[in-house]
């Protein structure tokens, strides 16, 4: 159960993320696929309409009816934030895993929320929101340690 919270709580992070990624492209429109955590497969579309992003949400793997339980407390977050996120719809190709296959939570460090989250920003860092002329090379940052002599 604290895995599903888990992925709820990082579902609502990355809606935020992507919604500010949406603001700054320049574009209208965005699609993406999420995978929060505890089996939890989404995808959604943002759509910006003047200063606020509409975002539609489907479920393709995961547990539902606990998202669905706790969905209308995810959407009055997000509409502090100028998010208006639609009801959670169960998508065609839905699996639960859950049910279907006996789900069971990953171990090593993928077990933990915040690095499969952290390990999702860094493969979509940035290129997705830019239109292609905008994409380039980038200046390198270094974090951490530096090393030089």
């Given at each position: 159960m604290q895995l599903l919270f888990h992925a709820l709580e990082r579902t609502e992070d990355i809606v935020q993320l992507h919604a500010g990624r949406l603001r700054h492209s320049g574009t209208d429109q965005l699609?993406?696929?999420?995978?929060?955590?505890?089996?939890?497969?989404?995808?959604m579309t943002l759509r910006q309409e003047g200063d606020r992003v509409h975002a539609e949400v489907w479920m393709h793997r995961g547990d539902l009816e606990f998202f669905q339980?706790?969905?209308?407390?995810?959407?009055?977050?997000?509409?502090?934030?100028?998010?208006?996120?639609?009801?959670?719809?169960?998508?065609?190709?839905?699996?639960?895993?859950?049910?279907?296959?006996?789900?069971?939570?990953?171990?090593?460090?993928?077990?933990?929320?915040?690095?499969?989250?952290?390990?999702?920003?860094?493969?979509?860092?940035?290129s997705l929101t830019e239109p292609p002329s905008r994409r380039g090379p980038r200046p390198a940052r270094h974090r951490g340690w530096e090393t030089w002599a």
């Open positions: 699609h993406v696929v999420i995978k929060p955590g505890a089996g939890v497969q989404l995808s339980r706790h969905w209308r407390e995810l959407q009055e977050r997000c509409e502090t934030r100028g998010i208006q996120l639609g009801d959670l719809q169960r998508h065609p190709d839905f699996q639960s895993h859950q049910q279907r296959h006996g789900y069971r939570p990953p171990t090593g460090e993928w077990a933990d929320p915040l690095m499969a989250g952290a390990f999702a920003e860094f493969a979509l860092a940035g």
